[in-house]
C-alpha cells in the first residue's frame, strides 16, 4: 500500500536549521510530484515547496529563499532543507505525493499524505 514516512522534524532555535526526509513506497514516486505542507492547529494546510518528477520547484511565500525542497529518486525519497528558522515555522509537516498535475493544484488535490513530523521554532 502507499506509504510516506517523515523525519526529521523537532526543536530548533530561531535562525537555526532542520532537514526533513520523507520515503515513499507504494507507487511509481519517480512519476510523482511531491510536496511538502504544514499546518498549524485550526489554520487550513499551506504549500511549503512542491517538487515535480523532473526537478522543477515552487515555494510558499513565507518560505522563499529559506526552504529547499529536493528528491532522490532512486531511494524514493524527497527532502526539505529549511535554513534560518522563525517562530512562524513551527507546524505539523507533511509531505504528500499526486500525479503530475497535482503540481499545479491546491491541497485538496493531493493524493498521498504522511503522518506529519512537529517543527517548532522557539528559544
Known amino acids: 500500500q502507499v506509504q510516506l514516512v517523515e523525519s526529521g522534524g523537532g526543536l530548533a532555535q530561531p535562525g537555526g536549521s532542520l532537514r526533513l526526509s520523507c520515503v515513499a513506497s507504494?507507487?511509481?514516486?519517480?512519476?510523482?510530484?511531491m510536496s511538502w505542507y504544514r499546518q498549524v492547529l485550526g489554520n487550513r494546510r499551506e504549500l511549503v515547496a512542491a517538487i515535480t518528477s523532473g526537478g522543477v520547484t515552487k515555494y510558499g511565500d513565507s518560505v522563499r529563499g529559506r526552504f529547499t525542497i529536493s528528491r532522490d529518486n532512486a531511494k524514493k525519497m524527497v527532502y526539505l532543507q529549511m535554513n534560518s528558522l522563525k517562530p512562524e515555522d513551527t507546524g505539523v509537516y507533511y509531505c504528500a505525493s499526486g500525479y503530475p498535475r497535482t503540481f499545479y493544484s491546491g491541497a485538496e488535490d493531493w493524493e498521498n499524505w504522511g503522518q506529519g513530523t512537529q517543527v517548532t521554532v522557539s528559544t
Open positions: 507504494g507507487f511509481p514516486f519517480e512519476k510523482c510530484a
